[in-house]
C-alpha cells in the first residue's frame, strides 16, 4: 500500500537480536514459501546475522505491501483531524458500533519514539508453517511516530487490498463539520439509508478554549 508517512510502520529498522534468538532462527527456520532473500542451497544456518536482519525487514516490507488496513480514530472532535481528513471541516464523521475485536485484527495504533521490535521466534515458526497466528506480525506493523499520537488511530487490518464492508455493524451516529453544504448533508444521509427517525448532529464551533461541540 502507498502511505503518505515515510515512517510508517518504521520498516527500515534493524533490531539487535540476542544470540539465542539468532540461534533459534539458524535452527529451526524451514520456509513453505518462496524465500525472501537468496539462498541457493536454502542453508539459512548459514546466514550471518546482519543476514538474517535483512530477512526480517524483507519480510516487514512484503506484508506491508500485501496488506491493507481501514484506519479510524477515536475522537470524532478533534480539530486537526477535521482539518486534514474531512476536507476543511466541510466533510462527515461516522460513528460506527465495533465488538471488542474483529477477527483478531482490530488494533490500536501504538506512538512509539523507535520501532517495535519483531518477535524472531514467531517469525520463525510462521514462515516454517508451525504457526497461522498473525498478531504479533500485526501488534508489530500497527505503530507510527509520535507526531501521530493526537489521531487516537485504530485500525483494521485485512490480507489483501480492497474495500472495508460494515457488515452487521450498526452505525451509532453521524456528525457534519461546521462547513458541510446542506447537498453534502442530503447526499451522505440517502447513501447511508439510515431510519427516519435517526438524528444526526451539525457541529458547533466554541471559542475559549477553541473547541467542536455536538
Given at each position: ?46 546466514l550471518k546475522d546482519i ?77 516454517s508453517g508451525k504457526t ?52 453534502v448533508k442530503m447526499i ?27
Amino acid at each position: 500500500m502507498d502511505m503518505n508517512d515515510p515512517f510508517e510502520c518504521m520498516i527500515s529498522h534493524k533490531p539487535n537480536f540476542s544470540e539465542d534468538e539468532f540461534e533459534y532462527f539458524r535452527q529451526n527456520f524451514s520456509p513453505k514459501s518462496k524465500p525472501f532473500i537468496g539462498n541457493k542451497k536454502g542453508e539459512w544456518r548459514d546466514l550471518k546475522d546482519i543476514e538474517v536482519q535483512e530477512l526480517i525487514k524483507s519480510f516487514r516490507d512484503q506484508i506491508i505491501s500485501g496488506f491493507a488496513f481501514c484506519a479510524l480514530s477515536e475522537n470524532p472532535l478533534d480539530i486537526l483531524m477535521w482539518s486534514h481528513y474531512a476536507n476543511g471541516h466541510k466533510g462527515c464523521v461516522i460513528g460506527i458500533d465495533f465488538p471488542d475485536d474483529i477477527n483478531g485484527h482490530l488494533k490500536k495504533v501504538r506512538y512509539l519514539d523507535e520501532p517495535n521490535k519483531v518477535d524472531l521466534k514467531h517469525f520463525t515458526d510462521f514462515h516454517s508453517g508451525k504457526t497461522r497466528d498473525l498478531t504479533p506480525l500485526i501488534e508489530n506493523l500497527s505503530v507510527k511516530a509520535p507526531d501521530w499520537e493526537y489521531e487516537n488511530e485504530w485500525r483494521i487490518w485485512r490480507n489483501a487490498p480492497n474495500y472495508f464492508h460494515l457488515g452487521d455493524y450498526p452505525i451509532k451516529e453521524v456528525l457534519f463539520g461546521v462547513r458541510t453544504p446542506p447537498e453534502v448533508k442530503m447526499i451522505v444521509l440517502k447513501l447511508l439509508d439510515l431510519p427516519d427517525n435517526f438524528k444526526y448532529n451539525d457541529l458547533e464551533v466554541y471559542y475559549n478554549p477553541p473547541r467542536l461541540v455536538k
